[in-house]
């Protein structure tokens, strides 16, 4: 190789031949490849405002993951959830964790993508007490917003379910998950506190 350059979003190599003269090889990004690094995006700029997938248990933690089309979301968010929780699942038992879990929010088709307006909206009694701690009472709390709209008002976004979460007792907290249509990418944020 003798040089690299950039041509029009495509990656340019230039090469030397044995007879002296050059060649150039172009690579371009399929548009699966553009998809996923667009999805890539999304998860970081959600992670700088709630955090990389952990097993924390507490706090909030964000997951990606590509699913089959069999896939169902509710399951995958319950993994996710489980995983988060990590060795606190097992230590207080499986019934203080799932006795919280409910989906309390599903977007319908023709509702307006607008994700806090819709978690401002929801009615569940429990679930609307996480909210503002997901929303406004977090370190960036405008950042963090503007990471739950870019993510989660995308237009490809067919499936989005918000779960409430907590032990019973003092933790409490919600999970939203999406599904990307064309992709089948999903994007989960955890949000656990006390």
């Given at each position: 190789m003798v040089a690299w350059r950039y041509d029009f979003g495509k990656?340019?190599?230039?090469?030397?031949?044995?007879e002296g003269d050059f060649g150039e090889l172009l690579f371009a990004l399929q548009e699966s490849d553009m998809t996923s690094q667009?999805?890539?995006d999304k998860v970081t700029k959600l992670e700088s405002a709630y955090g990389a997938s952990s097993q924390a248990g507490f706090g909030s933690a964000v997951f990606y993951e590509l699913l089959k089309q069999?896939?169902?979301l509710e399951q995958m968010a319950l993994e996710k959830y489980?995983?988060?929780?990590?060795d606190l699942w097992e230590r207080y038992g499986e019934d203080a964790w799932m006795g919280s879990w409910k989906q309390v929010y599903a977007r319908q088709n023709g509702t307006k993508y607008d994700i806090i307006t819709e978690l401002r909206g929801i009615q569940d009694p429990d679930a609307a007490n996480s909210v503002p701690m997901i929303l406004d009472n977090i370190e960036g709390a405008d950042q963090a917003r503007a990471a739950l709209s870019f993510v989660y008002d995308d237009p490809t976004v067919t499936d989005l379910q918000v779960f409430n979460l907590g032990?019973?007792?003092?933790?409490s907290?919600?999970?939203?998950?999406?599904?990307?249509?064309k992709t089948g990418e999903?994007?989960?944020l955890v949000f656990l506190l006390d």
């Open positions: 990656l340019a190599l230039t090469y030397k031949l044995e667009n999805q890539l069999d896939d169902n489980k995983y988060f929780v990590g032990d019973g007792g003092a933790m907290g919600l999970l939203i998950a999406g599904r990307y249509d999903a994007i989960f």
